[in-house]
């Protein structure tokens, strides 16, 4: 597509990629901050996969059988050992870690995983981490299964027809396929894919299982989540994702307002549950891991009792974790060779991804930005990823309606003009959504779902010198009014250079089949 549209395009999907990592970072804020248990069995996978990497290169070189027993054996007394770490006086406050805390430890992590060679942290905690989540896929499966839960959740709410609710507005079409993202289609995986994968594949031949393998186990946990939450009480669903400007910060009031919902739920269902599951408190628990591993625990408690509903709780959540981190690492690490290529142009050392400086700068740099927009977002509610988490399924299916209009141009130069329609149909059904959700949530004229609109709302409540509900003073309405205006420039930016992209592979298509 020439050189001056990858100059053009990388830089933004640079800042996409800073993004999508910074709100998964946040996801691990939220589940594991304040949290001893479960900040103790994330985080011991970090010294278990590097011991195993020591293990399997350095010590006894090749006994993969050997350091994956070693490995899921002390993963397994890492989970026991985290409760006995909960309720221990002095550990406790050991291991229990501000959101502040938790973000610049991913940071570092993030940080070593791309810089250290991949043997390792990267390779042997991923390798890991995966038989943490297909045994846990299974377990989860074998106990849905087994538990048969209920759907508590009506098949359609009343949100599904106003288009407004608690935890996210806008209608079915388009916005739906920007809220559900990984289990679908996801461009993270798709820059993953081409990024790491290639790197730790032994043959050509693994591609299909990892890749198609891969994603269907990530469907399957879909599902799984899916399940978890309408099979849990709706009034719970809502006090768990429903942010604390609406609901209150207290027990009383969020059982009060969500029952105004049509959804009954009390202060004391509330507080038993966050007293099964040994935690602080449910409220406002947004992020989808937190529901997650609730909605699982409260499933395998049919079977086992509610005895062990914490242990269930903190698995589900050590499963996501875990999950989360090998993102956060092969992530960071794909950022950085996007930042060579990108800087690799102007200085040549950049090019050379076996030189250390390079790759240590590199790093920093990509830790730097994503992490930035962490710190600012846990700290401020109003600022860094907490601004821009509206963007966060538009970035992330742009991506995917990018990698499946470069699939179909890739079929196009190879002549492959037959097969066209199995990457252009999926690709026509992306663009259509996704780029009507981007262009939707900018000009919408609701401003509960416009960006501009939205902005033009608080303009005009300021200018009477009055402050709309959840804003508690002038200049965080400012600053709102500075972030609508923030996403909808990004926004607009991301959707051009997206249909650009798509634009310029249809006249290569166009060409190639003429010339063919």
Same mark, same amino acid.
């Given at each position: 597509?020439?050189?001056?549209?990858?100059?053009?395009?990388?830089?933004? #999907?640079?800042?996409?990629?800073?993004?999508?990592?910074?709100?998964?970072? +946040?996801?691990?804020?939220?589940?594991?901050?304040?949290?001893?248990?479960?900040?103790?069995?994330?985080?011991?996978?970090?010294?278990?996969?590097?011991?195993?990497?020591?293990?399997?290169?350095?010590?006894?070189?090749?006994?993969?059988?050997?350091?994956?027993?070693?490995?899921? &054996? +002390?993963?397994?007394?890492? +989970?026991?050992?985290?409760?006995?770490?909960?309720?221990?006086?002095?550990? &406790?406050?050991?291991?229990?870690?501000?959101?502040?805390?938790?973000?610049?430890?991913?940071?570092?992590?993030?940080?070593?995983?791309?810089?250290?060679?991949?043997?390792?942290?990267?390779?042997?905690?991923?390798?890991?981490?995966?038989?943490?989540?297909?045994?846990?896929?299974?377990?989860?499966?074998?106990?849905?299964?087994?538990?048969?839960?209920?759907?508590?959740?009506?098949?359609?709410?009343?949100?599904?027809?106003?288009?407004?609710?608690?935890?996210?507005?806008?209608?079915?079409?388009?916005?739906?396929?920007?809220?559900?993202?990984?289990?679908?289609?996801?461009?993270?995986?798709?820059?993953?894919?081409?990024?790491?994968?290639?790197?730790?594949?032994?043959?050509?031949?693994?591609?299909?299982?990892?890749?198609?393998?891969?994603?269907?186990?990530?469907?399957?946990?879909?599902?799984?989540?899916?399940?978890?939450?309408?099979?849990?009480?709706?009034?719970?669903?809502?006090?768990?994702?429903?942010?604390?400007?609406?609901?209150?910060?207290?027990?009383?009031?969020?059982?009060?307002?969500?029952?105004?919902?049509?959804?009954?739920?009390?202060?004391?269902?509330?507080?038993?549950?966050?007293?099964?599951?040994?935690?602080?408190?449910?409220?406002?628990?947004?992020?989808? @891991?937190?529901?997650?591993?609730?909605?699982? @625990?409260?499933?395998?408690?049919?079977?086992?009792?509610?005895?062990? #509903?914490?242990?269930?709780?903190?698995?589900?959540?050590?499963?996501?974790?875990?999950?989360? #981190?090998?993102?956060?690492?092969?992530?960071?690490?794909?950022?950085?060779?996007?930042?060579?290529?990108?800087?690799?142009?102007?200085?040549?050392?950049?090019?050379?991804? &076996?030189?250390?400086?390079?790759?240590?700068?590199?790093?920093?740099?990509?830790?730097?930005?994503?992490?930035?927009?962490?710190?600012?977002?846990?700290?401020?509610?109003?600022?860094?990823?907490?601004?821009?988490?509206?963007?966060?399924?538009?970035?992330?299916?742009?991506?995917?309606?990018?990698?499946?209009?470069? @699939?179909?141009?890739? #079929?196009?130069?190879?002549?492959?003009?037959?097969?066209?329609?199995?990457?252009?149909?999926?690709?026509?059904?992306?663009?259509?959504?996704?780029?009507?959700?981007?262009?939707?949530?900018?000009?919408?004229?609701?401003?509960?779902?416009?960006?501009?609109?939205?902005?033009?709302?608080?303009?005009?409540?300021?200018?009477?010198?009055?402050?709309? @509900?959840?804003?508690?003073?002038?200049?965080?309405?400012?600053?709102?009014?500075?972030?609508?205006?923030?996403?909808?420039?990004?926004?607009?930016?991301?959707?051009?250079?997206?249909?650009?992209?798509?634009?310029?592979?249809?006249?290569?298509?166009?060409?190639?089949?003429?010339?063919?």
């Amino acid at each position: 597509m020439g050189s001056w549209s990858s100059w053009l395009f990388t830089p933004s #999907l640079s800042s996409c990629w800073q993004f999508l990592l910074a709100v998964l970072a +946040l996801v691990v804020v939220k589940a594991t901050a304040m949290s001893p248990w479960s900040a103790f069995t994330s985080f011991a996978t970090i010294p278990i996969a590097m011991l195993m990497g020591l293990y399997m290169w350095k010590i006894r070189p090749g006994a993969v059988l050997q350091a994956t027993a070693i490995g899921i &054996s +002390l993963l397994m007394l890492s +989970l026991v050992l985290g409760r006995f770490v909960a309720t221990h006086p002095t550990l &406790s406050k050991l291991f229990t870690f501000s959101e502040v805390q938790i973000a610049f430890g991913l940071m570092i992590y993030g940080f070593f995983a791309s810089a250290l060679p991949v043997w390792l942290l990267l390779a042997p905690r991923d390798y890991l981490s995966t038989f943490m989540k297909l045994g846990t896929v299974i377990i989860i499966g074998l106990g849905v299964f087994i538990a048969n839960p209920e759907v508590k959740m009506p098949a359609l709410t009343q949100y599904a027809q106003t288009g407004i609710g608690p935890v996210w507005q806008g209608s079915l079409f388009p916005f739906l396929m920007i809220t559900i993202a990984c289990g679908a289609v996801s461009g993270f995986h798709a820059l993953i894919s081409s990024g790491t994968s290639p790197k730790l594949l032994d043959k050509e031949s693994h591609v299909r299982l990892v890749g198609y393998g891969s994603m269907l186990g990530e469907s399957f946990v879909a599902i799984m989540a899916l399940i978890s939450a309408v099979s849990m009480e709706p009034g719970l669903y809502f006090a768990i994702n429903s942010p604390a400007s609406i609901i209150g910060k207290t027990e009383e009031t969020a059982a009060q307002i969500i029952s105004s919902w049509g959804f009954n739920i009390s202060a004391e269902e509330l507080k038993r549950i966050a007293q099964l599951i040994e935690e602080p408190t449910i409220l406002s628990k947004v992020g989808g @891991a937190p529901a997650f591993a609730i909605g699982i @625990a409260l499933i395998f408690a049919r079977i086992t009792g509610e005895a062990l #509903l914490s242990f269930w709780y903190h698995f589900a959540i050590l499963f996501e974790v875990v999950f989360i #981190l090998t993102t956060i690492d092969s992530g960071t690490r794909v950022g950085r060779y996007i930042l060579q290529d990108l800087l690799g142009g102007v200085i040549k050392s950049f090019r050379d991804y &076996s030189n250390p400086w390079a790759n240590m700068t590199a790093s920093f740099i990509t830790v730097a930005l994503w992490g930035y927009f962490l710190y600012a977002g846990v700290i401020d509610p109003y600022g860094g990823i907490r601004s821009l988490w509206p963007l966060f399924g538009i970035s992330n299916q742009l991506l995917a309606t990018t990698a499946l209009t470069l @699939a179909v141009l890739y #079929l196009a130069k190879n002549r492959k003009f037959k097969y066209l329609w199995v990457a252009g149909f999926p690709a026509l059904l992306m663009a259509i959504n996704t780029i009507s959700a981007g262009i939707l949530k900018v000009f919408h004229p609701d401003p509960r779902i416009g960006f501009l609109a939205h902005a033009n709302f608080i303009s005009q409540n300021v200018a009477m010198g009055e402050l709309p @509900a959840g804003i508690n003073s002038f200049e965080i309405a400012q600053r709102v009014i500075m972030n609508d205006y923030t996403n909808a420039f990004l926004g607009t930016l991301y959707v051009a250079l997206v249909s650009l992209v798509i634009l310029l592979t249809l006249k290569e298509v166009i060409s190639s089949w003429q010339k063919s």
